[in-house]
Protein backbone atom coordinates (compact mmCIF):
# COMPACT_ATOMS: atom_id res chain seq x y z
CA UNK A 1 0.00 0.00 0.00
CA UNK A 2 2.14 2.61 -1.23
CA UNK A 3 -0.66 5.05 -1.15
CA UNK A 4 -0.88 4.51 2.95
CA UNK A 5 2.64 6.10 3.27
CA UNK A 6 1.48 9.54 2.33
CA UNK A 7 -1.56 9.60 5.09
CA UNK A 8 0.77 8.59 7.83
CA UNK A 9 0.44 9.30 10.61
CA UNK A 10 -3.03 8.12 10.64
CA UNK A 11 -5.86 9.54 13.55
CA UNK A 12 -7.39 6.91 15.47
CA UNK A 13 -10.82 7.99 17.08
CA UNK A 14 -11.48 6.15 19.98
CA UNK A 15 -13.43 7.30 23.64
CA UNK A 16 -11.25 7.86 26.48
CA UNK A 17 -12.73 5.49 28.77
CA UNK A 18 -10.45 2.90 30.38
CA UNK A 19 -11.90 0.31 27.90
CA UNK A 20 -11.74 2.16 25.04
CA UNK A 21 -8.10 2.80 25.37
CA UNK A 22 -7.52 -0.73 25.45
CA UNK A 23 -9.36 -1.72 22.57
CA UNK A 24 -7.77 1.63 20.76
CA UNK A 25 -4.49 0.28 22.21
CA UNK A 26 -4.89 -3.42 20.46
CA UNK A 27 -5.90 -1.68 16.93
CA UNK A 28 -2.79 0.80 17.02
CA UNK A 29 -0.73 -2.58 17.52
CA UNK A 30 -2.27 -4.97 15.52
CA UNK A 31 -2.30 -2.49 12.37
CA UNK A 32 1.29 -1.24 13.78
CA UNK A 33 2.28 -4.95 13.56
CA UNK A 34 0.53 -6.05 10.07
CA UNK A 35 1.96 -3.24 8.30
CA UNK A 36 5.07 -2.68 9.58
CA UNK A 37 4.67 0.52 10.93
CA UNK A 38 5.78 2.42 14.04
CA UNK A 39 3.76 3.07 16.70
CA UNK A 40 3.97 6.63 16.20
CA UNK A 41 2.51 6.12 12.93
CA UNK A 42 -0.90 5.95 14.32
CA UNK A 43 -1.75 8.65 16.85
CA UNK A 44 -4.32 8.17 19.42
CA UNK A 45 -7.12 10.71 19.30
CA UNK A 46 -9.48 10.33 23.02
CA UNK A 47 -12.78 12.10 23.47
CA UNK A 48 -15.41 11.96 25.93
CA UNK A 49 -18.72 11.63 24.36
CA UNK A 50 -22.30 12.44 25.39
CA UNK A 51 -22.56 8.97 26.98
CA UNK A 52 -20.04 9.54 29.12
CA UNK A 53 -21.03 12.70 30.22
CA UNK A 54 -24.05 11.83 31.06
CA UNK A 55 -24.21 9.05 33.96
CA UNK A 56 -27.56 9.59 35.68
CA UNK A 57 -30.39 7.11 34.90
CA UNK A 58 -30.46 4.93 32.17
CA UNK A 59 -29.54 5.62 28.27
CA UNK A 60 -32.80 4.53 26.90
CA UNK A 61 -33.74 8.21 28.74
CA UNK A 62 -30.89 10.27 27.78
CA UNK A 63 -30.80 9.73 23.99
CA UNK A 64 -29.61 5.90 23.55
CA UNK A 65 -26.52 4.10 22.76
CA UNK A 66 -25.64 6.56 19.56
CA UNK A 67 -24.28 8.88 22.26
CA UNK A 68 -21.13 6.93 22.47
CA UNK A 69 -20.44 7.32 19.18
CA UNK A 70 -21.27 10.85 18.19
CA UNK A 71 -18.58 12.94 18.77
CA UNK A 72 -16.08 10.17 16.90
CA UNK A 73 -18.81 9.80 13.89
CA UNK A 74 -18.91 14.00 13.58
CA UNK A 75 -14.63 13.91 14.14
CA UNK A 76 -14.74 11.54 10.67
CA UNK A 77 -17.34 12.78 8.54
CA UNK A 78 -15.27 16.13 9.04
CA UNK A 79 -11.82 14.55 8.34
CA UNK A 80 -10.24 15.26 12.05
CA UNK A 81 -9.67 11.59 12.32
CA UNK A 82 -8.99 9.18 9.95
CA UNK A 83 -11.25 5.70 11.16
CA UNK A 84 -12.44 5.13 14.97
CA UNK A 85 -12.60 2.17 17.24
CA UNK A 86 -15.67 1.16 18.70
CA UNK A 87 -17.24 -1.61 20.75
CA UNK A 88 -19.81 -2.66 18.14
CA UNK A 89 -22.70 -3.13 20.87
CA UNK A 90 -22.57 0.50 21.60
CA UNK A 91 -23.09 1.43 17.81
CA UNK A 92 -26.77 2.51 16.50
CA UNK A 93 -27.99 -0.13 13.44
CA UNK A 94 -28.09 2.70 11.25
CA UNK A 95 -25.08 5.02 10.94
CA UNK A 96 -24.83 8.35 9.74
CA UNK A 97 -24.59 8.66 5.32
CA UNK A 98 -21.07 8.26 4.35
CA UNK A 99 -19.73 5.87 6.93
CA UNK A 100 -19.19 2.20 7.57
CA UNK A 101 -17.73 -0.13 9.31
CA UNK A 102 -14.73 -1.63 7.31
CA UNK A 103 -13.51 -4.46 9.68
CA UNK A 104 -14.20 -6.35 12.83
CA UNK A 105 -11.30 -7.93 14.90
CA UNK A 106 -11.52 -11.53 15.84
CA UNK A 107 -14.55 -11.58 18.93
CA UNK A 108 -13.36 -11.76 22.22
CA UNK A 109 -15.60 -13.89 24.78
CA UNK A 110 -19.04 -13.01 24.70
CA UNK A 111 -20.80 -13.99 27.50
CA UNK A 112 -22.10 -12.17 30.24
CA UNK A 113 -20.51 -12.46 33.76
CA UNK A 114 -22.43 -12.39 36.91
CA UNK A 115 -20.67 -10.70 39.72
CA UNK A 116 -21.86 -10.76 43.07
CA UNK A 117 -21.52 -10.31 46.67
CA UNK A 118 -23.37 -13.38 47.53
CA UNK A 119 -22.83 -16.87 46.64
CA UNK A 120 -24.63 -19.06 44.79
CA UNK A 121 -25.26 -17.54 41.54
CA UNK A 122 -28.78 -15.69 40.81
CA UNK A 123 -30.41 -18.22 42.64
CA UNK A 124 -28.09 -17.28 45.64
CA UNK A 125 -28.90 -13.52 45.76
CA UNK A 126 -31.47 -12.55 48.42
CA UNK A 127 -35.24 -11.97 48.08
CA UNK A 128 -35.48 -8.36 46.94
CA UNK A 129 -31.66 -7.92 46.38
CA UNK A 130 -30.32 -4.74 44.43
CA UNK A 131 -29.26 -5.64 41.27
CA UNK A 132 -27.24 -3.00 39.01
CA UNK A 133 -27.43 -2.11 35.47
CA UNK A 134 -27.69 -0.16 32.98
CA UNK A 135 -28.97 -2.63 30.22
CA UNK A 136 -32.67 -3.48 29.92
CA UNK A 137 -31.74 -6.27 27.83
CA UNK A 138 -29.31 -7.08 31.07
CA UNK A 139 -32.39 -6.37 33.39
CA UNK A 140 -34.84 -8.50 31.66
CA UNK A 141 -33.24 -11.67 31.51
CA UNK A 142 -32.79 -11.21 34.91
CA UNK A 143 -35.79 -10.25 36.00
CA UNK A 144 -36.96 -13.75 34.27
CA UNK A 145 -35.70 -15.89 36.60
CA UNK A 146 -35.47 -13.43 39.49
CA UNK A 147 -38.32 -11.64 39.30
CA UNK A 148 -38.36 -10.50 43.08
CA UNK A 149 -35.21 -8.22 42.88
CA UNK A 150 -35.17 -4.63 42.77
CA UNK A 151 -33.29 -3.37 39.63
CA UNK A 152 -30.64 -0.27 40.48
CA UNK A 153 -29.32 1.99 37.20
CA UNK A 154 -25.30 1.34 37.77
CA UNK A 155 -23.26 2.96 34.66
CA UNK A 156 -19.76 4.42 34.35
CA UNK A 157 -16.51 1.94 33.24
CA UNK A 158 -16.12 -1.00 34.55
CA UNK A 159 -13.64 -0.08 37.15
CA UNK A 160 -16.40 2.64 38.55
CA UNK A 161 -19.14 0.00 38.63
CA UNK A 162 -16.59 -3.08 40.37
CA UNK A 163 -16.07 -0.64 42.48
CA UNK A 164 -19.82 0.66 43.17
CA UNK A 165 -20.40 -3.47 43.80
CA UNK A 166 -17.78 -3.71 45.98
CA UNK A 167 -18.97 -1.02 48.19
CA UNK A 168 -21.96 -2.23 48.47
CA UNK A 169 -24.05 -0.36 46.73
CA UNK A 170 -25.80 -3.00 44.62
CA UNK A 171 -25.61 -6.86 45.63
CA UNK A 172 -24.46 -7.90 42.24
CA UNK A 173 -24.56 -6.65 38.16
CA UNK A 174 -23.73 -8.16 35.14
CA UNK A 175 -20.46 -7.16 32.91
CA UNK A 176 -19.21 -8.29 29.59
CA UNK A 177 -16.54 -10.98 30.13
CA UNK A 178 -14.43 -9.20 26.73
CA UNK A 179 -14.26 -6.07 28.64
CA UNK A 180 -13.13 -7.64 31.78
CA UNK A 181 -10.48 -9.54 30.10
CA UNK A 182 -9.28 -6.85 28.09
CA UNK A 183 -8.48 -4.73 31.26
CA UNK A 184 -6.94 -7.74 32.83
CA UNK A 185 -9.76 -7.41 35.20
CA UNK A 186 -11.58 -11.30 34.44
CA UNK A 187 -8.98 -13.34 37.10
CA UNK A 188 -9.34 -11.15 40.12
CA UNK A 189 -13.15 -9.46 39.50
CA UNK A 190 -14.68 -13.38 41.04
CA UNK A 191 -17.53 -13.39 38.26
CA UNK A 192 -18.94 -16.45 36.53
CA UNK A 193 -19.63 -16.48 33.24
CA UNK A 194 -23.08 -17.53 31.79
CA UNK A 195 -23.93 -19.57 29.12
CA UNK A 196 -24.73 -17.39 26.08
CA UNK A 197 -26.86 -20.30 24.33
CA UNK A 198 -29.02 -19.84 27.83
CA UNK A 199 -28.35 -15.77 28.31
CA UNK A 200 -28.48 -14.31 25.10
CA UNK A 201 -25.32 -11.55 24.91
CA UNK A 202 -26.05 -8.05 23.27
CA UNK A 203 -25.93 -7.95 19.69
CA UNK A 204 -21.83 -7.75 18.42
CA UNK A 205 -21.10 -8.22 22.16
CA UNK A 206 -17.54 -9.02 22.26
CA UNK A 207 -16.41 -7.45 18.93
CA UNK A 208 -14.66 -4.44 18.05
CA UNK A 209 -15.42 -2.46 15.53
CA UNK A 210 -12.97 -0.14 12.93
CA UNK A 211 -15.17 2.59 11.33
CA UNK A 212 -14.01 5.08 8.32
CA UNK A 213 -15.52 6.72 5.48
CA UNK A 214 -16.89 5.09 2.98
CA UNK A 215 -14.88 7.37 0.29
CA UNK A 216 -11.44 6.56 1.85
CA UNK A 217 -10.65 3.94 -0.15
CA UNK A 218 -6.76 4.01 1.46
CA UNK A 219 -8.15 2.88 4.85
CA UNK A 220 -11.09 0.66 3.13
CA UNK A 221 -7.78 -1.16 1.92
CA UNK A 222 -5.86 -0.94 5.29
CA UNK A 223 -8.43 -1.72 7.63
CA UNK A 224 -10.00 -4.90 5.12
CA UNK A 225 -5.92 -6.07 5.75
CA UNK A 226 -7.17 -6.85 9.66
CA UNK A 227 -10.61 -8.02 9.29
CA UNK A 228 -11.72 -11.13 10.82
CA UNK A 229 -14.13 -12.70 8.59
CA UNK A 230 -16.26 -14.91 10.95
CA UNK A 231 -16.64 -12.20 13.08
CA UNK A 232 -17.65 -9.65 10.58
CA UNK A 233 -20.28 -12.20 9.24
CA UNK A 234 -21.72 -13.11 12.77
CA UNK A 235 -22.56 -9.49 13.52
CA UNK A 236 -23.65 -8.51 10.10
CA UNK A 237 -26.67 -11.25 10.81
CA UNK A 238 -26.69 -9.84 14.39
CA UNK A 239 -27.18 -6.27 13.17
CA UNK A 240 -29.75 -7.01 10.40
CA UNK A 241 -32.12 -8.77 13.08
CA UNK A 242 -32.13 -6.10 15.37
CA UNK A 243 -32.77 -3.12 11.91
CA UNK A 244 -35.96 -5.86 11.65
CA UNK A 245 -36.90 -5.11 14.90
CA UNK A 246 -35.93 -1.56 15.08
CA UNK A 247 -33.60 -2.59 18.53
CA UNK A 248 -32.16 -0.16 20.68
CA UNK A 249 -31.73 0.63 24.55
CA UNK A 250 -35.40 1.30 24.41
CA UNK A 251 -35.30 -2.46 23.90
CA UNK A 252 -34.21 -5.75 25.64
CA UNK A 253 -33.02 -7.93 22.79
CA UNK A 254 -30.11 -10.40 22.21
CA UNK A 255 -28.60 -12.20 19.59
CA UNK A 256 -25.97 -13.89 19.04
CA UNK A 257 -24.72 -15.49 15.61
CA UNK A 258 -21.81 -17.87 15.76
CA UNK A 259 -20.56 -20.69 13.10
CA UNK A 260 -20.79 -24.12 13.60
CA UNK A 261 -19.05 -27.49 12.87
CA UNK A 262 -20.75 -27.69 9.29
CA UNK A 263 -19.79 -24.13 8.01
CA UNK A 264 -23.08 -22.51 8.72
CA UNK A 265 -23.71 -19.70 10.55
CA UNK A 266 -26.51 -20.05 13.36
CA UNK A 267 -28.53 -17.12 14.87
CA UNK A 268 -30.09 -16.87 18.19
CA UNK A 269 -32.56 -14.09 18.92
CA UNK A 270 -34.49 -13.12 21.85
CA UNK A 271 -36.78 -9.92 22.38
CA UNK A 272 -38.60 -9.74 26.48
CA UNK A 273 -40.74 -7.56 28.08
CA UNK A 274 -38.84 -5.15 30.38
CA UNK A 275 -40.02 -6.94 33.43
CA UNK A 276 -38.57 -10.17 31.85
CA UNK A 277 -41.85 -12.01 32.43
CA UNK A 278 -42.66 -12.56 28.17
CA UNK A 279 -39.93 -13.05 26.02
CA UNK A 280 -40.21 -14.06 21.92
CA UNK A 281 -37.58 -16.03 20.64
CA UNK A 282 -36.56 -17.62 17.16
CA UNK A 283 -33.16 -19.37 15.76
CA UNK A 284 -32.33 -19.89 11.80
CA UNK A 285 -29.04 -21.04 10.57
CA UNK A 286 -27.83 -20.07 6.57
CA UNK A 287 -24.56 -20.09 4.87
CA UNK A 288 -21.98 -17.34 4.77
CA UNK A 289 -23.46 -15.60 2.00
CA UNK A 290 -26.79 -15.02 3.72
CA UNK A 291 -25.58 -13.31 6.49
CA UNK A 292 -28.16 -10.31 5.68
CA UNK A 293 -31.00 -12.51 5.36
CA UNK A 294 -30.36 -14.67 7.81
CA UNK A 295 -30.30 -11.61 10.66
CA UNK A 296 -33.73 -10.56 8.86
CA UNK A 297 -35.36 -14.08 9.00
CA UNK A 298 -34.70 -14.39 12.43
CA UNK A 299 -35.88 -10.85 12.94
CA UNK A 300 -39.17 -11.04 11.60
CA UNK A 301 -40.30 -14.38 13.33
CA UNK A 302 -39.93 -12.96 16.73
CA UNK A 303 -41.64 -10.08 15.29
CA UNK A 304 -44.40 -12.14 13.97
CA UNK A 305 -44.33 -13.73 17.26
CA UNK A 306 -44.58 -10.37 19.44
CA UNK A 307 -46.82 -8.15 17.24
CA UNK A 308 -46.01 -5.08 16.23
Not at 51 to 77: M, R, S, V, W
Not at 166 to 195: F, I, P, Q, Y
Not at 253 to 274: C, E, K, N
Request: aromatic share 4%; with cysteine; glycine share 10%.
Amino acid sequence: MTSLRHRLPLTLGTRASSLAMAQAHETQRIISETFGLALDDIILAPMTTSGDKHLDGTLQNIGGKGLFTKELETALLNGQIDFAVHSLKDMATVMPPGLMIAATFAREDVRDALISNHEGGLEGLPHGARFGTASLRRAAQVKQRRPDVEMFPLRGNVPTRLAKLRAGDVCATLLAVAGLKRLNLWESCGGVALDPQLFIPAVGQGAIALQCREDDYVMRELLNAVNHNDTFLAVTAERAMLRVLDGSCRTPIGGYAVRGADGRFRLQGILLSDDGQTLWQAEDTAGQEDMVALGESVGYAIRTKAGR
